[in-house]
């Protein structure tokens, strides 16, 4: 079957590719798509392997050679190597004055029949005083970790 995507490097791509793989001291997603390059090039003198070949020396899928093929053709090979940074943002539910009356809550006694409180009751109970519609216990967890009070 006649490869859609050929990875064709040029000399100064496969040479910085061999250095990246050598010094070892990138991230492992990066390295893993160093090597599938060097393997999949079809230039003079590269390996031009075929995705199982490749797939069974990297550890990895067939699907995931096909993808770095690909990627690389339409893409190149800064983009092929770099993760694309996330365009998600995040709000955040509580803020200073609701952080504040979290730690007030915290510090004071626990529900009847508690011995102490939970995360899940600190956000229930968030949401019983009207401070917040909803919030789920990690993010009190989150809000809780990142001040320095002590309790005991």
């Not at 006694?109 to 919030?135: F, I, Q």
Request: charged fraction near 30%; hydrophobic fraction near 35%; aromatic fraction near 2%.
């Amino acid at each position: 079957m006649q490869k859609r995507y050929l990875v064709t490097l040029t000399a100064e791509e496969r040479e910085e590719l061999r250095r990246l793989i050598s010094r070892g001291k990138a991230a492992a997603r990066k390295l893993m798509r160093a090597r599938i390059l060097l393997l999949a090039d079809q230039s003079e003198g590269g390996p031009a392997k075929s995705d199982p070949e490749i797939a069974a020396a990297v550890v990895c899928g067939r699907a995931t050679v096909e993808r770095v093929r690909r990627q690389f053709v339409k893409e190149g090979l800064e983009h092929t190597l770099t993760r694309k940074p996330t365009l998600r943002t995040y709000e955040n539910k509580i803020d200073g004055r609701t952080e504040a009356h979290l730690i007030a809550i915290t510090c004071g006694a626990p529900p009847e029949g508690r011995a102490r409180w939970t995360l899940r009751l600190l956000a229930d109970r968030l949401v019983a005083l009207g401070h917040v519609d909803s919030v789920s216990h990690e993010t009190v967890r989150m809000t809780l970790k990142k001040t320095t009070s002590n309790r005991g």
